[in-house]
Each structure stands twice: as structure tokens, then as C-alpha cells.
T-cell receptor, first 113, second 111 residues
């Protein structure tokens, strides 16, 4: 049978290379954005977030870039490792929507050894 | 470990049967959520509870009901299961928007 994520866009990278995963959002009133990582058989886990008053935020090996002009969000993973293989989701929150997030469809990252 | 606990992990139902998915969190979070995840469609919000005593519909509430039993527990009920409800269901909780914690999911198949 089908498994979750079978029809997701897939990005395949070589171990050690940098990965860039992209996400487009539709509402210019979104004020907060999050990236989640979901490994097979598990729930999504928080990676990094960014508020709309910022263009860039860095974490450990990950960077999120926000381009509000074209409503585009990207997640950059440096020196990609096999453990980074997973499905990655972006999510956004409309301004003044409290704790409510809207999730994107996800991208599957496959890391080749 | 603190977190969100979902039961059961797997379930097979016949069309028309009912069942309740259980969710409990021990992080003292105010908000709780139920999502479904279908192939290629990401997470879609079924119902949420912003605080104890309140529940609201999300994007895809039809065919489901919820109960916020207390601050810790938020259950999802399928009264008459349909094959279209075959999915993976995730419960989550949060205090703030950046604090979503997800359970490990319930894989439901309706035949």
C-alpha cells in the first residue's frame, strides 16, 4: 500500500553537499514561519523558525531565508548527512491567528552516501 | 519523557464502525490539535482546542468529533468510519505557536 509522502517532491543530494528546500506561501499577512522535519513513522519535529521582521536566521547547520517580496521561504542544510533524510514541511501563521499554523505539502530529502 | 502520547498506533476499521483516537500531553500546554496526513498533502487540521473547554473546526472537520476532556486530553472520534478517512492522524499540543509538539501518529485504515 501507499505510505505517507509517496507523491511528495523529492530532493536527492550527495552526503556532504548543501541542501536547499523551498517553500512558497500565499498570504502576505503571514507573520511567522516554521520548518519541521518528519522521519519515517514519526511525528514532525521543530527545526527552525523565523518571524516576518527578519530575512535570515541561522541554527546549527541550518539556515532559513525569508523573501517576503515573492512570498518564498527556504531551508538550507549545510554538509547534509544521512540522518537528514526525511520529509521537510514549512508552516506559516497568519498575523494575529494565535497559535494556528498552516502546513505546506512537504519535500522529501534523500541523502546518498 | 515529556511529550504527546497517542493511542492506538495502528487500527483497521470496517466501513461504518466507530472509534476514538486518544491523545494526552503532560507539558501543561493550553492548545491541542488533531491533524490528518495523506500522501502528498501535508498536514491538514481537523479540529483544535485553544484552551480547556473550547473546541473549533479546522480545515477538514466533516466526519469527526472531538472532546477536550481536560487540559491534558483531547480525543478524536469517528462515528461512522469511511474509506476516505484512511490516513495517518497526528495529535499536537502547544503553549505558543513555536512550541508545537507532535505525537507519533495513528495509522488508520478503513476497509
Amino acid at each position: 500500500g501507499e505510505s505517507v509522502g509517496l507523491h511528495l517532491p523529492t530532493l536527492s543530494v550527495q552526503e556532504g553537499d548543501n541542501s536547499i528546500i523551498n517553500c512558497a506561501y500565499s498570504n502576505s499577512a503571514s507573520d511567522y514561519f516554521i520548518w519541521y522535519k518528519q522521519e519515517s513513522g514519526k511525528g514532525p519535529q521543530f527545526i527552525i523558525d523565523i518571524r516576518s521582521n527578519m530575512d535570515k536566521r541561522q541554527g546549527q547547520r541550518v539556515t532559513v531565508l525569508l523573501n517576503k517580496t515573492v512570498k518564498h521561504l527556504s531551508l538550507q542544510i549545510a554538509a547534509t548527512q544521512p540522518g537528514d533524510s526525511a520529509v521537510y514541511f514549512c508552516a506559516d501563521r497568519l498575523n494575529n491567528a494565535g497559535n494556528m499554523l498552516t502546513f505546506g505539502g512537504g519535500t522529501r530529502l534523500m541523502v546518498k552516501p | 519523557n515529556a511529550g504527546v502520547t497517542q493511542t492506538p498506533k495502528f487500527q483497521v476499521l470496517k466501513t461504518g464502525q466507530s472509534m476514538t483516537l486518544q491523545c494526552a500531553q503532560d507539558m501543561n500546554h493550553n492548545s491541542m490539535y488533531w491533524y490528518r496526513q495523506d500522501p502528498g498533502m501535508g498536514l491538514r487540521l481537523i479540529y483544535y482546542s485553544a484552551s480547556e473547554g473550547t473546541t473549533d473546526k479546522g480545515e477538514v472537520p466533516n466526519g469527526y468529533n472531538v472532546s477536550r476532556l481536560n487540559k491534558r486530553e483531547f480525543s478524536l472520534r469517528l462515528e461512522s468510519a469511511a474509506p476516505s478517512q484512511t490516513s495517518v492522524y497526528f495529535c499536537a499540543s502547544s503553549r505558543y505557536v513555536d512550541g508545537y509538539t507532535f505525537g507519533s501518529g495513528t495509522r488508520l485504515t478503513v476497509v
